[in-house]
C-alpha cells in the first residue's frame, strides 16, 4: 500500500504561482511513477503532469507545457508540481497518484493510489 497526502493548494491572482507538494508514504520502493491530475467541477479528470521515480523522465498535457514543471525529492518521498502563469481555468481540484506498473504515466486508470486531492482556485 501507498498513502499519498496532497498540499499547497489556494487562492492565487490570474498570472501567479503555487507549488503543490505530494507526500508518499508506505511501499514507496514499489513505485514506477508518479502523477498529478485535476479535475474542475463538472468535468471529468485530466491529466498534468507525470514522473518516472527512478529516472525522473517527466510528462506534460500539452496545455500545460510551458507553465507547469513536475519534479522530485526521491529522499523524501515527495512529489512536486509547481505552476507558474495560472489561469482561471486551472482552478480544480488537484490529485496525485502513484503508479506500481508500466502502464502509461498519462492515463489515469494506470494509477494504483490516489490522494484526496487540493483545491487551487485561480481568481481573475
Known amino acids: 500500500q501507498v498513502q499519498l497526502v496532497e498540499s499547497g493548494g489556494g487562492l492565487v491572482q490570474a498570472g501567479g504561482s503555487l507549488r503543490l507538494s505530494c507526500a508518499a508514504s508506505?511501499?514507496?520502493?514499489?513505485?514506477?511513477?508518479m502523477g498529478w491530475f485535476r479535475q474542475a467541477p463538472g468535468k471529468e479528470r485530466e491529466f498534468v503532469a507525470a514522473?518516472?521515480?527512478?529516472?525522473?523522465?517527466?510528462y506534460y498535457a500539452d496545455s500545460m507545457k510551458g507553465r507547469f514543471t513536475i519534479s522530485k525529492d526521491n529522499a523524501k518521498n515527495t512529489l512536486y508540481l509547481q505552476m507558474n502563469s495560472l489561469r482561471p481555468e486551472d482552478t480544480a481540484v488537484y490529485h496525485c497518484?502513484?503508479?506500481?506498473?508500466?502502464?502509461?504515466?498519462?492515463?489515469?486508470?494506470?494509477?494504483?493510489?490516489w490522494g484526496q486531492g487540493t483545491q487551487v482556485t485561480v481568481s481573475s
Open positions: 497518484a502513484a503508479n506500481q506498473n508500466l502502464r502509461p504515466l498519462n492515463v489515469m486508470t494506470s494509477y494504483d493510489y
Open positions: 514522473i518516472r521515480w527512478s529516472v525522473g523522465t517527466a
Open positions: 508506505g511501499r514507496t520502493s514499489s513505485i514506477y511513477g
